[in-house]
Structures are given as structure tokens and as C-alpha cells.
């Protein structure tokens, strides 16, 4: 099989994590997350950061080619910069990681 088609058939993971940060700590949270995802590098396939509308509610979504690459990316920095944003959490957030199963790309004019 070519390695083209072996690298059609490799899923990405996602790492999703849905929470609630204390009243006017979402700008604050933001920086924070844009900033750890900086740090990344191998493996890193892009990174989301939703915020439902009038609330400090979001689902972050930091999509991996392998799992063992998101452990291999938790850098010192990293840890620095995830303490920093843990007491910005109203409380402790919902993880978990999901295989993508399908991947849709949009139409670019």
C-alpha cells in the first residue's frame, strides 16, 4: 500500500475538554490557552477554543496525530502555564479524548 493511503487511513485524536471559568476569567483563560498550545510541536495538529455566547462557558479541542504525542508535549512550560489556569476555573472541567472518526474540510473560494 502506498503511504499516501496508510496516512488516509491514520485517525487524529482529539482532546476535549468542556468547562466554566470564574465570572469574568474567560479573556484571561483564553491567553492562558493560547499560550500553552504555543509550546506544542510534535504531533500537534491544531487547536480550538469555543465560548458559548454571554457566559465564561467553553469546550476546548486540541487535535493530536497520536496520543502518545500529546503526553510527549507537557512540557515544564506547559505545567507553569496549566497552574496558572486552574484557580480561573469555576470548577474543575470535563476531559476526555475522542478519535476522529471523520474529517470534512470546507469549501475555500
Same mark, same amino acid.
Given at each position: 500500500m502506498s503511504e499516501e493511503f496508510l496516512d488516509f487511513l491514520q485517525h487524529k485524536y482529539a482532546y476535549v475538554a468542556i468547562g466554566e471559568f470564574k465570572p469574568g476569567k474567560f479573556a484571561e483563560a483564553q491567553r492562558l490557552y493560547e499560550k500553552a498550545v504555543s509550546t506544542y510541536k510534535q504531533g500537534f495538529k491544531g487547536a480550538f477554543l469555543l465560548q458559548k455566547p454571554g457566559t465564561d462557558?467553553?469546550?476546548?479541542?486540541? $487535535?493530536?496525530?497520536? @496520543?502518545? &504525542? $500529546?503526553?510527549?508535549?507537557? /512540557? =515544564? $512550560?506547559?505545567?507553569?502555564? @496549566?497552574? =496558572? $489556569?486552574?484557580? @480561573?476555573?469555576?470548577? /474543575?472541567?470535563?476531559? &476526555?479524548?475522542?478519535?476522529? /472518526?471523520? =474529517?470534512?474540510?470546507?469549501?475555500s473560494d
Open positions: 462557558e467553553g469546550i476546548a479541542i486540541i $487535535m493530536w496525530e497520536k @496520543l502518545e &504525542d $500529546m503526553e510527549s508535549n507537557h /512540557s =515544564e $512550560m506547559y505545567q507553569k502555564i @496549566l497552574a =496558572e $489556569m486552574t484557580p @480561573l476555573f469555576a470548577k /474543575s472541567p470535563v476531559t &476526555d479524548f475522542y478519535e476522529v /472518526s471523520s =474529517e470534512i474540510e470546507g469549501y
